[in-house]
């Protein structure tokens, strides 16, 4: 294990890069992780890794860890140094470096079963995360994400969904395929959204393969999704509230497709 003891070591400038740019971030095709539990179940997603980052302190809490990541260059760190570059300050005493992985919607391996959640334009990583992390909580098989507006590996997405990010397969695509595929795979597309054909969300059936389509919570969907939904949906709210939390709405969607289809 290398020790580093200077702020201006090239490899923590890289560091301290990927953790505050998107664009570095994409032209390298690597992304930071913070945290024991991320980092576990980033390598239960089969995500490959660049070097590992470690407090002095804590070098002995990560043994197992370590081990499974044997082949990866690793860096034992100072405490003010470690705690400098943390976004957690220090905290979770761990932060690696790894892979991008593709996300293309060819990749993706649906069933006659699938349940999907398919998010359009979402903006902010911590709505991100918290998707995820109720999706993985819910059982979900996989998230589409349809023009995004923020970098998929932000730290913040990350951080939010707990390592939810990592273990749920994902595509992203624009809109247009999405749809396409959606349809060309012959999967229900269900849109939250209130209009005059809106359906209460506890009366439709999601009989899969059956996609949960999300808007923002400034906009809603884009008019091109509800031109080609099966079905719209909406959540009954009391007369003086408007909207709820995306991450509420599409919890509440997506227990009542798997309490429908006998997943819990």
Same mark, same amino acid.
């Given at each position: ?9 090239? !490899? ?11 664009? !570095?971030?994409?032209?390298?095709? /690597? ?17 490959? %890794? ?8 804590? +070098?002995?809490? %990560?043994?197992? /860890? ?15 140094? %470690? ?11 761990? +932060?690696?470096?790894?892979? =991008? ?45 349809? =023009? ?5 590996? =932000? ?14 397969? @994902?595509? +992203? ?15 229900? +597309?269900?849109?939250?959204?209130? =209009? ?7 009366? %439709?059936?999601? @009989? ?7 808007? @923002? ?11 080609? @939904? ?22 509440? /969607? ?11």
């Amino acid at each position: 294990m290398k020790i580093l003891s200077s702020i201006q070591n090239p !490899e923590l400038k890289k560091l301290r890069l990927l953790f505050q740019k998107a664009r !570095e971030r994409k032209k390298l095709a /690597l992304f930071v992780i913070e945290g024991k539990r991320e980092i576990q179940k980033a390598i239960r997603g089969g995500y490959s %890794f660049e070097s590992v980052f470690i407090h002095e302190e804590a +070098i002995g809490d %990560f043994e197992s /860890l370590l081990n499974s990541v044997d082949h990866v260059t690793k860096y034992s760190l100072e405490a003010s140094l %470690f705690e400098k570059l943390s976004i957690r300050s220090g905290s979770e005493k761990i +932060i690696a470096i790894a892979q =991008n992985k593709p996300h293309d919607l060819s990749q993706l391996k649906l069933n006659k079963n699938s349940i999907v959640l398919v998010i359009e334009a979402p903006e902010k990583p911590g709505n991100i995360g918290a998707l995820y992390r109720t999706a993985a909580a819910a059982k979900i098989d996989a998230v589409i994400i349809a =023009n995004p507006k923020t970098d998929f590996y =932000n730290p913040n997405s990350i951080r939010s969904s707990l390592g939810g990010i990592f273990i749920l397969p @994902t595509a +992203i695509a624009s809109s247009i395929e999405v749809i396409a595929y959606l349809k060309e795979n012959k999967i229900t +597309i269900a849109t939250a959204a209130i =209009n005059s054909k809106a359906v209460p969300y506890d009366q %439709f059936e999601y @009989t899969p393969p059956c996609a949960l389509v999300m808007g @923002t919570e400034s906009t809603g969907l884009d008019q091109l999704w509800l031109n080609e @939904t099966n079905q719209n949906l909406m959540i009954p709210m009391a007369d003086e509230v408007d909207s709820l939390n995306l991450s509420v709405s599409a919890g509440i /969607l997506m227990y009542e497709c798997q309490r429908k289809n006998k997943r819990f």
